[in-house]
């Protein structure tokens, strides 16, 4: 069973012309000057790159591509794409090609006081303001809050589609034929079962052990039970391990929730849906069949498609970066499960459950909204804030009104009325209003998981289940891109200059 291949696996993962559609946008922010013009990638032409000049001899590398007698017909160059930068340095003038509202920060390289300099680099620790690849996957406009996967809006999708036919979408760029998502949701189910060893590999964890450490390495270690996943230049074997792993992710969550409660495993149930059979792993008893809550089961799969992708976020990045040194997927995820694992991205949710127990009620709100203000960034209001939205993250707008229904089947969440008043009190905040901090995702899911029953260490766990399908989807652009090397940034050394070593007795 272990080495069998879906035949189909292929064809999910390459719809023809499926993903190669000339998107709308670049990316989101506010510094998005192509969104605004509504131009997306390839939509214009783009004037010759400075590389493309030094191939055919016009600019030979340290030369300045335009003089500064060619600027002086300005009104020309104004028009164009382009940026004109003089190094004050040398009082040399570059121009340097504008495409999709980037310059190339190899460009920069150009820019030399001499011959034995190494170039100009730029220096954006935390990627502030770089764009590591170009993605047609996910559009994000973080001032007007707006999250769209291949185009269609979050809300859309949290209200009409499912969780598989989302991650079919990320992959392939398309919404599925009914026949396709069928088809798909077949092969997921047929790879949901874990090879024993792996079982007997999970018990050797502590009985405490954190969930997301135990997911993290569980699904590292099933790279070295699919020694083919490194051939990742096919395409049919990365199709295969991609099925398997979104396959089995729920399955290794779910053991790992059994592990830490010391109840036995349960088994895949293959009739159900991905987030039925994941309930029923979690919960199912002595009864023959678990019976999924529909309004429970439908909660977590919008859940799930909430969570699906977010572009170039820090585990995303992890993602590509490992995957660029051409590892297997399996490696690739347990290391962007390890970068969500964090309480700054996907540990968020459990922090934000942790900080309503601190507050405790209702009235202790306003002195801890004053701790964070006078904390001086030592202490942040968790599940607030966000890299790229300045605006109401729209995922926790749908995750808002979710809780309703889910709370209407398992009882109210006591500490909903302390986060409701927590956001009213700091959304009126000059603090938070001056800084643009608002809900994030992170700040209501966690009530929903609780109030669903599930532990708190356990919450970054049902992110990581389905964000597997977005490290997947940018993992396969990744791989596909002909832009892309192995991942290695520069550094601005600051350190000690060259000196000789003093033997230990010397020192
Ligand atoms: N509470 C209080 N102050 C905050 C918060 C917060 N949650 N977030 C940011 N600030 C303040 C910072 O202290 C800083 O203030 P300053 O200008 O006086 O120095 C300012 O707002 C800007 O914040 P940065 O830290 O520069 O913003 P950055 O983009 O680096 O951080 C982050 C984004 C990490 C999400 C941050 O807002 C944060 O730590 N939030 C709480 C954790 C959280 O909810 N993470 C989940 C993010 S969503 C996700 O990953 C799925």
């Given at each position: 069973?272990?080495?069998?291949?879906?035949?189909?696996?292929?064809?999910?993962?390459?719809?023809?012309?499926?993903?190669?559609?000339?998107?709308?946008?670049?990316?989101?922010?506010?510094?998005?000057?192509?969104?605004?013009?509504?131009?997306?990638?390839?939509?214009?032409?783009?004037?010759?790159?400075?590389?493309?000049?030094?191939?055919?001899?016009?600019?030979?590398?340290?030369?300045?591509?335009?003089?500064?007698?060619?600027?002086?017909?300005?009104?020309?160059?104004?028009?164009?794409?382009?940026?004109?930068?003089?190094?004050?340095?040398?009082?040399?003038?570059?121009?340097?090609?504008?495409?999709?509202?980037?310059?190339?920060?190899?460009?920069?390289?150009?820019?030399?006081?001499?011959?034995?300099?190494?170039?100009?680099?730029?220096?954006?620790?935390?990627?502030?303001?770089?764009?590591?690849?170009?993605?047609?996957?996910?559009?994000?406009?973080?001032?007007?809050?707006?999250?769209?996967y291949r185009g269609y809006p979050i809300e859309q999708l949290a209200e009409q589609s499912s969780f598989l036919e989302v991650s079919w979408l990320l992959w392939n760029g398309e919404l599925p034929t009914k026949t396709e998502l069928?088809?798909?949701?077949?092969?997921?189910?047929?790879?949901?079962?874990?090879?024993?060893?792996?079982?007997?590999?999970?018990?050797?964890?502590?009985?405490?052990?954190?969930?997301?450490?135990?997911?993290?390495?569980?699904?590292?270690?099933?790279?070295?039970?699919?020694?083919?996943?490194?051939?990742?230049?096919?395409?049919?074997?990365?199709?295969?391990?991609?099925?398997?792993?979104?396959?089995?992710?729920?399955?290794?969550?779910?053991?790992?929730?059994?592990?830490?409660?010391?109840?036995?495993?349960?088994?895949?149930?293959?009739?159900?849906?991905?987030?039925?059979?994941?309930?029923?792993?979690?919960?199912?008893?002595?009864?023959?069949?678990?019976?999924?809550?529909?309004?429970?089961?439908?909660?977590?799969?919008?859940?799930?498609?909430?969570?699906?992708?977010?572009?170039?976020?820090?585990?995303?990045n992890a993602m590509r970066a490992i995957g660029s040194a051409q590892t297997d997927p399996y490696s690739c995820v347990s290391g962007a499960i390890s970068a969500l694992y964090g309480p700054l991205h996907g540990g968020a949710n459990?922090?934000?459950?942790?900080?309503?127990?601190?507050?405790?009620?209702?009235?202790?709100?306003?002195?801890?909204?004053?701790?964070?203000?006078?904390?001086?960034?030592?202490?942040?209001?968790?599940?607030?804030?966000?890299?790229?939205?300045?605006?109401?993250?729209?995922?926790?707008?749908?995750?808002?009104?979710?809780?309703?229904?889910?709370?209407?089947?398992?009882?109210?969440?006591?500490?909903?009325?302390?986060?409701?008043?927590?956001?009213?009190?700091?959304?009126?905040?000059?603090?938070?209003?001056?800084?643009?901090?608002?809900?994030?995702?992170?700040?209501?899911?966690?009530?929903?998981?609780?109030?669903?029953?599930?532990?708190?260490?356990?919450?970054?766990?049902?992110?990581?289940?389905?964000?597997?399908?977005?490290?997947?989807?940018?993992?396969?652009?990744?791989?596909?891109?002909?832009?892309?090397?192995?991942?290695?940034?520069?550094?601005?050394?600051?350190?000690?200059?060259?000196?000789?070593?003093?033997?230990?007795?010397?020192?």
């Amino acid at each position: 069973m272990w080495s069998h291949a879906c035949p189909r696996a292929d064809a999910i993962l390459s719809k023809p012309g499926a993903g190669n559609r000339t998107p709308k946008r670049r990316t989101g922010g506010s510094e998005n000057a192509a969104s605004r013009r509504g131009r997306g990638l390839e939509s214009f032409p783009f004037p010759p790159r400075r590389d493309e000049r030094k191939e055919t001899g016009d600019a030979p590398e340290g030369t300045p591509a335009v003089s500064e007698n060619e600027r002086e017909g300005a009104s020309e160059t104004m028009a164009k794409d382009s940026l004109t930068i003089t190094d004050n340095r040398t009082g040399q003038t570059y121009e340097l090609p504008i495409e999709n509202g980037t310059i190339k920060a190899i460009d920069l390289r150009k820019i030399k006081t001499g011959a034995e300099d190494f170039g100009l680099m730029t220096y954006d620790p935390a990627f502030l303001n770089t764009a590591s690849c170009k993605s047609r996957i996910t559009f994000i406009d973080g001032d007007k809050g707006i999250l769209e996967y291949r185009g269609y809006p979050i809300e859309q999708l949290a209200e009409q589609s499912s969780f598989l036919e989302v991650s079919w979408l990320l992959w392939n760029g398309e919404l599925p034929t009914k026949t396709e998502l069928d088809d798909f949701t077949r092969h997921v189910a047929h790879h949901t079962y874990l090879h024993e060893n792996i079982k007997r590999f999970m018990d050797g964890f502590r009985h405490d052990a954190h969930p997301m450490g135990m997911l993290q390495s569980t699904v590292g270690a099933l790279s070295t039970f699919y020694p083919d996943s490194k051939q990742i230049g096919d395409e049919r074997k990365r199709a295969h391990h991609t099925i398997r792993l979104m396959a089995k992710m729920p399955t290794i969550a779910a053991f790992a929730f059994r592990h830490s409660i010391g109840f036995p495993y349960v088994y895949p149930d293959n009739e159900l849906s991905y987030v039925g059979n994941f309930l029923s792993m979690l919960r199912k008893m002595a009864e023959p069949k678990y019976k999924v809550n529909p309004v429970l089961e439908h909660a977590l799969d919008v859940l799930f498609i909430l969570h699906a992708d977010h572009e170039q976020n820090c585990s995303t990045n992890a993602m590509r970066a490992i995957g660029s040194a051409q590892t297997d997927p399996y490696s690739c995820v347990s290391g962007a499960i390890s970068a969500l694992y964090g309480p700054l991205h996907g540990g968020a949710n459990e922090a934000v459950l942790r900080m309503l127990a601190e507050i405790g009620d209702i009235k202790n709100v306003p002195a801890f909204v004053k701790e964070v203000k006078e904390g001086q960034g030592e202490k942040k209001l968790m599940g607030f804030g966000h890299r790229v939205y300045k605006n109401y993250d729209p995922r926790a707008k749908v995750i808002k009104r979710l809780a309703e229904e889910v709370f209407e089947v398992t009882g109210r969440n006591a500490a909903l009325d302390i986060a409701v008043e927590l956001e009213r009190i700091a959304l009126q905040d000059d603090y938070f209003v001056k800084r643009k901090l608002y809900p994030n995702v992170d700040f209501y899911s966690g009530l929903i998981y609780e109030a669903m029953g599930f532990p708190t260490d356990f919450f970054t766990v049902l992110f990581a289940i389905p964000r597997t399908a977005g490290w997947l989807a940018q993992w396969h652009e990744m791989i596909k891109d002909p832009d892309q090397k192995i991942a290695r940034p520069r550094q601005v050394f600051l350190g000690q200059g060259r000196r000789d070593y003093v033997p230990i007795e010397n020192r």
